[in-house]
């Protein structure tokens, strides 16, 4: 099943070079004074059931300036008096532990990734990051995602502590540092763009997967297996974000993740989902129709949604603010409704945050920051104002219109009941203009028909 549509998928990126990394460090610590002290922890494995852990997912700002995603670790970063130094501290090499849950690097091999400046072990941390505490004046660490550390901290910064008795050092301001590791996480760099670019190279293979199935009468969940299977088949870690099939009616539903009805000849089906690589998401939706053909009534929104995501795409320029995505959408979204009927105001009365009749259909924005967390940071508005749009952003574009006919609150123009329509892209910004990473994916109406299994 997969063989045929992974056959072209290009050849995997290399790994992020000892450069890329350490840039990303500098740019951090070229802002910093040297009294910081900055403290990157790793969650804890969290417990699902008895002794059977989640699937663990490290800190994407430990993974975005160490490259390292390994379960008990920390990083940090300190000034010595002549250059910054990067440390971490990970599990050390244990032959028993390894026979039963796999290899480590230990403190030798992650020293030797060239990362990094130090390693230590995990079991060593408290009494380092003491040291480290007692000569620092200004900490860096976001809390609440490991408590022992927190505490560490707490108890540095209060009067209870040795040092400050004594001598009077210690720390004295605690800081969040992840609004600013935020804003060098929003620009991409090239190696970054080539991990994105294959996380929607696999995703758009998994959905082509998926559309080639004869589906009539599959259940949504046989869909979904297609897909993430597609995910894993190309290499990739897994799901970024928990998939959403919705056959019928359950494509008017947002953030509908039930997945277990069956499909229809006749219905649309909305999928969105998309494979993590390297930690980066990609976030894709297609809407097709199950036995591959679309009814007239499905082809008119189909057409005004294309319409609106092309001309959202095609806003995403250098130099625009953010929004402006989401403005060309909602225009063309609004003039497409008018034109068939379905919103009876004028195009001005229809786009009205408050009475136009458009968020009726579109309730939803147009896009967010994608990178390594699907819903990426990066202030939309930094100081009160929209932020304009830089080569290297990558964000989402997605708009849609959702007719369900159970919905109370309105009433559905009976030619379009239970039609949920969403089409999502991912979308890198350039000074050449837009670059759609998700192009492998087949979003016309033709191609689609033409793919879509009868
Ligand atoms: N898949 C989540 C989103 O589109 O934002
Ligand atoms: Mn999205
Ligand atoms: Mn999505």
């Known amino acids: 099943m997969f063989d045929e549509v992974f056959q072209d998928l290009p050849a995997a990126p290399a790994p992020f070079s000892v450069d890329e990394v350490r840039a990303r460090q500098a740019r951090l610590t070229s802002s910093l004074s040297k009294d910081t002290l900055l403290l990157l922890p790793a969650p804890r494995e969290s417990t699902r059931s008895n002794d059977v852990h989640y699937r663990y997912r490290s800190s994407s700002d430990l993974m975005y300036l160490t490259d390292w995603d390994q379960p008990e670790s920390m990083g940090y970063a300190m000034h010595d008096g002549s250059s910054w130094v990067w440390g971490l501290f990970v599990q050390p090499k244990d032959t028993l532990k390894e026979i039963w849950e796999g290899r480590r690097l230990g403190v030798d091999g992650v020293l030797a990734l060239g990362m990094v400046d130090r390693a230590h072990s995990i079991h060593d941390r408290e009494d380092i990051v003491r040291d480290l505490l007692n000569d620092a004046s200004r900490v860096l660490l976001r809390q609440h995602v490991d408590h022992e550390l927190d505490e560490l901290v707490r108890v540095a910064m209060t009067e209870r502590s040795r040092p400050r008795q004594q001598f009077g050092t210690g720390p004295v301001v605690l800081e969040d540092p992840s609004a600013r590791i935020a804003e060098l996480r929003l620009r991409k760099s090239d190696e970054e763009i080539a991990m994105m670019r294959h996380a929607a190279d696999i995703s758009s293979r998994a959905h082509v997967a998926a559309m080639k199935l004869p589906s009539n009468g599959l259940?949504?969940?046989?869909?979904q297996a297609v897909i993430e299977g597609g995910f894993v088949y190309g290499g990739g870690d897994g799901w970024a974000y928990p998939s959403i099939v919705g056959s019928g009616v359950n494509a008017t539903v947002l953030h509908y993740n039930v997945n277990n009805d069956d499909c229809v000849k006749g219905d649309v089906v909305l999928i969105d989902a998309g494979t993590e690589y390297r930690g980066y998401a990609s976030d894709i939706t297609r809407s097709w129709p199950v036995g591959g053909t679309f009814s007239e009534a499905q082809r008119e929104i189909y057409t005004v949604v294309l319409d609106a995501q092309k001309a959202a795409i095609d806003a995403c320029q250098v130099g625009e603010p953010y929004n402006a995505p989401h403005e060309a959408a909602r225009r063309v979204l609004a003039e497409g409704l008018i034109a068939l009927g379905v919103i009876n105001q004028s195009l001005d009365e229809a786009l009205d945050a408050e009475t136009g009749h458009l968020r009726d259909w579109y309730m939803h924005n147009t896009g967010h920051w994608l990178g390594l967390d699907v819903h990426d940071v990066g202030i939309y508005r930094p100081n009160g104002e929209p932020r304009l749009l830089e080569s290297g952003m990558v964000l989402t574009v997605e708009p849609?219109?959702?007719?369900?006919?159970?919905?109370?609150?309105?009433?559905?123009?009976?030619?379009?009941?239970?039609?949920?329509?969403?089409?999502?892209?991912?979308?890198?910004?350039?000074?050449?203009?837009?670059?759609?990473?998700?192009?492998?994916c087949p979003k016309e109406l033709d191609a689609l028909e033409a793919i879509v299994g009868a």
Not at 219 to 223: F, G, I, K, Q, S
Not at 429 to 434: C, F, L, R
């Open 400 to 440: 849609g219109l959702y007719f369900g006919a159970w919905r109370p609150d309105v009433s559905c123009p009976p030619r379009y009941a239970d039609i949920g329509i969403r089409i999502e892209d991912d979308v890198l910004v350039t000074e050449a203009g837009p670059v759609v990473l998700s192009d492998a």
């Open 219 to 223: 259940n949504e969940r046989h869909l």
